[in-house]
Nanobody, 118 residues
């Protein structure tokens, strides 16, 4: 059974920082592309950051320079360090794992709420 669990969300002031965690069971991250997505009320889910099997990363333009994605393969844990948070970063953040060699294997966590407010 595959399970992804996000944690670390909460309420933070503009300019503050949070670190989100995604812990996986039932799969090994070594063959997976791991992405962080977010969805604000009334908007479509969008990709925030991703880390590929070789360790390369990509970021949405809106978070470039502020967010950093990383992973601990041995513990099947992925992090999203979020700095200089803005009001528009408010959303539910989701962890996604997709097998690079079998992209039909695609898993989602339940999400964690991030609220940026003064």
């Amino acid at each position: 059974q595959v399970q992804l669990v996000e944690s670390g969300g909460g309420l933070v002031q503009p300019g503050g920082s949070l670190r989100l965690s995604c812990e996986a069971s039932g799969i090994s991250f070594s063959n997976y592309v791991i992405g962080w997505y977010r969805q604000a009320p009334g908007k479509e889910r969008e990709l925030v950051a991703a880390i590929f099997t070789g360790g390369t990363t990509t970021y949405a333009d809106s978070v470039q320079g502020r967010f950093t994605i990383s992973r601990e393969v041995a513990w099947n844990t992925v992090y999203l360090q979020m700095n200089s948070l803005k009001l528009e970063d408010t959303a539910v953040y989701y962890c996604n794992a997709r097998n690079f060699y079998n992209q039909g294997r695609d898993y989602w966590g339940q999400g964690t709420q991030v609220t940026v407010s003064s």
